[in-house]
């Protein structure tokens, strides 16, 4: 169970079948737009989408499309907190916020779906394909 273990700063969490990034309770600061999406936290890390992604609200789900700025929905996670944040083997990127929302990255088969950097020298990247990829603490 991951409840108590992903205050580990700067370390993946193993969970079986899949990984947890050390996010939990990190608030949402800011949204950067340009290529990709990239949700800026208050504990120094960042969280990069480049792929398509699915962003589930009480109205339904919703398309965000990074690469051609189409992702204004996602300006209702500013300020919200992340309550799981969920890297499965096949490159799935599951993110759960305070406010209900969640958003799921699916790999991409021709370029780099999403990477998570911080805190500290943590880096993981979801490669085209799937396979993940880390560096520093992991």
């Given at each position: 169970?991951l409840?108590?273990?992903?205050?580990?700063?700067?370390?993946?969490?193993?969970?079986?079948?899949r990984?947890?990034?050390?996010?939990r309770?990190?608030?949402?600061?800011?949204?950067?737009?340009?290529?990709?999406?990239?949700?800026?936290?208050?504990?120094g890390?960042?969280?990069a989408?480049?792929?398509?992604?699915e962003?589930?609200t009480p109205d339904?789900?919703?398309?965000?499309?990074?690469?051609?700025?189409?992702?204004?929905?996602?300006?209702?996670?500013?300020?919200t907190?992340?309550?799981w944040?969920?890297?499965f083997?096949n490159?799935?990127?599951h993110?759960?916020?305070?406010?209900?929302?969640?958003?799921?990255v699916?790999?991409d088969?021709?370029h780099?779906?999403?990477s998570?950097t911080?805190p500290?020298e943590?880096r993981?990247?979801?490669?085209p394909g799937?396979?993940?990829?880390?560096?520093?603490?992991?």
């Open positions: 169970m409840v108590g273990h992903a205050v580990r700063m700067g370390k993946l969490i193993r969970l079986g079948d990984w947890a990034l050390p996010y309770g990190m608030e949402i600061t800011q949204i950067r737009v340009d290529n990709a999406l990239t949700l800026v936290l208050s504990g890390a960042l969280i989408i480049e792929a398509e992604a962003l589930s339904g789900p919703v398309r965000l499309r990074p690469d051609r700025q189409k992702v204004a929905e996602a300006l209702a996670l500013v300020g907190k992340l309550t944040e969920i890297i083997k490159g799935e990127l993110l759960g916020f305070d406010n209900g929302y969640h958003l799921t699916e790999p088969p021709g780099e779906a999403w998570a911080g500290g943590l993981v990247v979801c490669s799937g396979e993940i990829t880390t560096w520093g603490r992991s």
